[in-house]
């Protein structure tokens, strides 16, 4: 080889190491970033770990109102070992799936309820969606059926979010679901 061959032939691997590297910035670019603390959903969505009972990525309640939703969940955990998980979510957390399958993910992945029992309850709130969902685990079905569910949904916790009372509304639903699963 003489050193024209050789000029060559590092410029083109060079060019092609540059070409590849530009290749993977840009396929990546639309990716979300990924961290220790987020798990990603075989759909490509982010779901964020829980952080507590309640989990307000929206900022609906104040410290106070978190710490209260809180301290009531625990209690009811420790009385009957039921769990009850509640998550706001912002719409960019979605992607494309819908609050329903969104919330079905959180509480499998998160884990809501006792192994074995299942008896975990997770509400979603998806204030910028005017959207909520109430998954229940097959444990908590027994007692409390999807169609229950939707009652406590629109008779608790609906009215006071039009009028833009969430902590109320989630105050009134959470007393109702407790009371139900007892």
């Known amino acids: 080889m003489n050193n024209s061959q050789i000029k060559c032939t590092f410029s083109t691997g060079l060019f092609c190491m540059v070409a590849g590297l530009f290749y993977i ?14 798990i990603v959903h075989p759909c490509g969505i982010i779901l964020p770990k829980a952080t507590g009972y309640v989990n307000d990525f929206t900022h609906l309640f104040t410290t106070q109102q978190t710490h209260t939703l809180d301290s009531i969940i625990g209690l009811q955990e420790q009385q009957t070992t039921n769990q009850i998980a ?9 992607g494309k799936c819908t609050v329903d399958e969104y919330t079905l993910a959180i509480a499998n ?62 105050m009134n639903g959470l007393a109702e679901l407790i009371k139900s699963i007892k």
């Open 109 to 170: 992945e998160w884990g809501v309820g006792v192994k074995g029992k299942n008896n975990g309850v997770l509400i979603g709130i998806a204030p910028g969606l005017r959207k909520m969902r109430i998954q229940n685990g097959d444990g908590i079905e027994k007692i409390l059926s999807n169609e229950r569910t939707q009652i406590i949904i629109d008779s608790f916790f609906i009215p006071e979010f039009k009028n833009g009372n969430y902590f109320q509304g989630t």
């Open 25 to 38: 910035v840009q396929t990546n670019a639309g990716s979300p970033p990924v961290s220790k603390n987020n």
């Open 86 to 94: 509640i998550i706001t979510i912002d719409t960019s957390m979605l």
